[in-house]
């Protein structure tokens, strides 16, 4: 039934719901991908995940210290422990990110180098290579799904409402991902 002016949602089928849900991981797990490519601008994931050697055990630096990115060029490391600072010096050392901690008092500063114009470059071709793993990945969950289509017992007007809200979500993922390769192509 259509009002004046609006639209009523359709009522998407169970196999298109599970379908979404798939090509949403695909989109997500992209975009985290992409998240973990350093554009030259300083953000907190980029030492967040390293391994600090505290308390006699091994912690994030994310769980021991405040990570901040004061401006686009640093990442400022606040112990929660004045004592851990040297040992948050070495896990940036050791995990061999290509930074340079450099300690000053209570305070952790690692300033990042201009990027090369090189080295922007071969961001660029892993950024394409990971968002064209994310829409193989998103063809993938639409091929699976039209084998379920084939074998679900639907009448034929019913398949083909259903391989076109398919293809119009499988679309709509890969835009996603194009989205986001374009915003991070432009760093």
Known sequence: MKLRGTILPTMSHPILT???????????HALHEF???????????????VAVEAYGSTMRLKDCSAITTPDARLIQIIPWDVSLVQAIVKGIQVANIGFNPI???????????????ERRQEFVKVAHKLAEEGRVGVRNVRHGTLDVLKKAHLSQDETKRLEKELQAA????IADINAALDHKEKG
Do not use: F, N, W, Y
């Not at 599970?18 to 997500?28: G, I, R, S």
């Not at 300690?103 to 201009?114: N, Q, T």
């Not at 499988?170 to 993922?173: G, S, Y």
């Open 18 to 28: 599970d379908t979404q849900a798939k090509m949403k991981k695909a989109v997500d």
């Open 35 to 49: 998240s973990a490519i350093h554009t030259g601008k300083a953000t907190p994931s980029m030492v967040e995940g």
């Open 103 to 117: 300690p000053d008092g209570k305070v952790i500063r690692i300033p990042l180098p201009e990027m090369s114009r």
């Open 170 to 173: 499988t679309d709509k993922a």
